[in-house]
């Protein structure tokens, strides 16, 4: 299967972007390989939904024994012009976590609401939790300035997804048991904002509206921080490289710690 003449014409129209300054390509493998043209989709059924399957689904929810906190940005639109896409640059850390935490950065695009919410987030986590993962296409920007299109998600297994995402969201997660009495760091475990340099960050942050045009300067963007985790500089840099770029980020620790 290939990607549908719509997503070939963004797919060209995104090419020959070029990396901020300082920014180079992670080398990112899966310890099991899938079969090319395939990506791993978690199947959840029903004995998991009491477990911690949910807690990418629902962002900025905090249930059972667990606390999720979520800094980045957000966009949502009404059901008559649902996003197709949304793309970013992530810079990639490995930020020191212990057991039962995440720390994770991540793009993702969503849909319904309740029982029906579907989600589908790519991005990088640190502690081996599985990627939550709709036909919705997976693009990678490689070495040679160009897109490979990795596979697809079936949109048989996200029925709310299938025409389009009402919210896109772009930041950082981080997961701890609410037992813990302190919670990991997020992006870098730095917040400067507006140092890229020592703050995690997302660049080239863009959209795919409903007519499938491609939108470098997305409108409407609203913000979210979290407890020890912030958010800020999302602004369009009109440097050729850099585009719609925000940071985001936190060192975590105990609740003294962030009230500092």
């Given at each position: 299967?290939?990607?549908?003449?719509?997503?070939?014409?963004?797919?060209?129209?995104?090419?020959?972007?070029?990396?901020?300054?300082?920014?180079?390509?992670?080398?990112?493998?899966?310890?099991?390989a899938c079969p090319k043209g395939t990506i791993?989709?978690?199947?959840?059924?029903?004995?998991?939904?009491?477990?911690?399957?949910?807690?990418?689904?629902?962002?900025?929810?905090?249930?059972?024994?667990?606390?999720?906190?979520?800094?980045?940005?957000?966009?949502?639109?009404?059901?008559?012009?649902?996003?197709?896409?949304?793309?970013?640059?992530?810079?990639?850390?490995?930020?020191?976590?212990?057991?039962?935490?995440?720390?994770?950065?991540?793009?993702?695009?969503?849909?319904?609401?309740?029982?029906?919410?579907?989600?589908?987030?790519?991005?990088?986590?640190?502690?081996?939790?599985?990627?939550?993962?709709?036909?919705?296409?997976?693009?990678?920007?490689?070495?040679?300035?160009?897109?490979?299109?990795?596979?697809?998600?079936?949109?048989?297994?996200?029925?709310?997804?299938?025409?389009?995402?009402?919210?896109?969201?772009?930041?950082?997660?981080?997961?701890?048991?609410?037992?813990?009495?302190?919670?990991?760091p997020m992006g870098s475990g730095h917040f400067?904002?507006?140092?890229?340099?020592?703050?995690?960050?997302?660049?080239?942050?863009?959209?795919?509206?409903?007519?499938?045009?491609?939108?470098?300067?997305?409108?409407?963007?609203?913000?979210?921080?979290?407890?020890?985790?912030?958010?800020?500089?999302?602004?369009?840099?009109?440097?050729?490289?850099?585009?719609?770029?925000?940071?985001?980020?936190?060192?975590?620790?105990s609740e003294s710690d962030c009230e500092q």
């Amino acid at each position: 299967m290939r990607p549908s003449h719509k997503i070939r014409k963004m797919i060209a129209k995104m090419k020959h972007k070029k990396l901020p300054p300082g920014v180079q390509h992670a080398k990112i493998k899966l310890d099991e390989a899938c079969p090319k043209g395939t990506i791993p989709v978690l199947r959840v059924v029903d004995k998991d939904l009491s477990k911690n399957v949910s807690n990418l689904y629902k962002p900025q929810s905090n249930e059972g024994n667990q606390n999720l906190e979520f800094a980045g940005i957000f966009t949502q639109t009404t059901p008559d012009k649902k996003y197709q896409s949304n793309l970013a640059t992530i810079s990639v850390y490995n930020p020191q976590v212990g057991p039962h935490q995440y720390s994770s950065a991540a793009i993702s695009v969503e849909a319904g609401n309740g029982a029906d919410f579907n989600q589908i987030q790519i991005g990088w986590t640190q502690e081996g939790t599985e990627v939550r993962n709709a036909s919705w296409w997976l693009l990678v920007y490689n070495d040679d300035n160009d897109y490979d299109s990795i596979g697809y998600f079936p949109a048989t297994q996200f029925n709310e997804l299938a025409g389009g995402a009402d919210k896109l969201q772009w930041g950082g997660y981080v997961l701890s048991s609410r037992d813990d009495n302190t919670s990991p760091p997020m992006g870098s475990g730095h917040f400067d904002n507006g140092v890229y340099q020592r703050t995690c960050f997302m660049s080239q942050v863009e959209l795919v509206d409903h007519n499938f045009d491609l939108v470098d300067s997305p409108t409407g963007v609203q913000t979210a921080m979290s407890r020890c985790y912030l958010e800020g500089d999302e602004s369009y840099k009109n440097d050729g490289k850099t585009g719609y770029s925000f940071c985001f980020g936190g060192t975590g620790g105990s609740e003294s710690d962030c009230e500092q």
